[in-house]
């Protein structure tokens, strides 16, 4: 394979291009590529008789090419005529355009036909794509960002009711200094009255 750079504007690479003709296959149609901006073209520099069984030795096979003309019309022509008691190869040197079509007019064959395919590409188109991909990747990265929550891995800290319980039992402890006051109180009176009633008591009599 053979890669290069045919102008500044176009980028092109060739590549080997074979085909056989025979009794079983007698037409190859050479068509125009579908991609836009891609041109590819066939360098048919040599047509070489085959073998196969039972081959006649003085069988002429001959080859024709039909292409179209300048006024758009196909005209067929014999590029090549081999058998083996006689030519069995020739050297080409033709360049052929889709669309064509490669014959074999007469004869069995196998003939092989072999060349270089090369193809061109517009490096205009190529750099507009490029430059559309490059307006999609900045009009994406130009949208302003989409904010999502995030969720937090932390447990939430809300307090069970048991949580609660210590903190209102709590002031509860103070009832006990409270409680000994009041059997103090309690006490005092007592002694008091015992005192009262020994003393009415002295002095009855």
């Known amino acids: 394979m053979d890669d290069s750079m045919g102008s500044m504007d176009t980028a092109k690479m060739e590549t080997f291009w074979g085909k056989t003709l025979s009794s079983k296959n007698k037409v190859f149609e050479f068509e125009e590529e579908e991609e836009e901006g891609l041109e590819t073209t066939i360098q048919l520099r040599g047509a070489c008789l085959g073998y196969a069984d039972n081959m ?3 069988e002429r096979n001959i080859i024709a090419v039909t292409v179209e003309n300048e006024d758009d019309e196909e005209e067929r022509f014999v590029i090549a005529s081999l058998r083996l008691d006689g030519v069995e190869q ?17 004869g069995s064959g196998p003939v ?3 060349g270089a395919m090369t193809t061109e590409m517009s490096m205009s188109d190529y750099e507009d794509d490029s430059d559309d991909e490059e307006e999609q990747e900045a009009s994406k990265e130009s949208l302003p960002p989409v904010l999502v929550p995030a969720k937090s891995s932390k447990p939430s800290a809300l307090k069970r009711p048991a949580d609660d319980e210590p903190s209102k039992k709590a002031p509860k402890a103070p009832k006990a200094e409270d409680e000994e006051d009041q059997n103090d109180d309690s006490l005092m009176d007592s002694k008091d009255s015992k ?8 002095g009855d009599s």
């Open 112 to 114: 092989h036909l072999t």
């Open 195 to 202: 005192d009262n009633a020994v003393d009415g008591d002295s």
């Open 56 to 58: 006649n030795p003085k």
């Open 90 to 106: 020739v050297s080409l040197s033709l360049s052929i355009q889709p669309p064509a079509k490669f014959e074999l007019i007469k």
